[in-house]
């Protein structure tokens, strides 16, 4: 059961991480700028709203599996959540330092 609430807190730390860079990256654009990312060029409420969206719903899903789960599995999913997190949110403020260098 604290394993449940210790990945809840780690997934609210990678997301608080990710939503105050994606606004701090959207207050720096002007609206209708297209940021530069190494997928492409892309519109800037996708560029730097897409992968918070994202990994909100999935720590959703992750959450909801995670209240089911006991003994081992329980473990296993609180390394997923934990890791998934930390990934995630260095995933985004990458991508957005890419974005953010290239408009300049």
Known sequence: MILTYLGDALWVIGLTIMFSASRAAWSRTRPGEKLVLPIGEIGRGLGVWALPGAAFAFSLWLALQARE????????????RATGAA???????????AAMDRRQ
Do not use: P
Request: glycine fraction near 8%; hydrophobic fraction near 65%.
């Open 69 to 80: 789960q006991t003994g081992d599995l329980a473990v296993i999913l609180f390394g997923v």
């Open 87 to 97: 990934l995630l949110a260095l995933l985004h403020l990458r991508w957005l330092k």
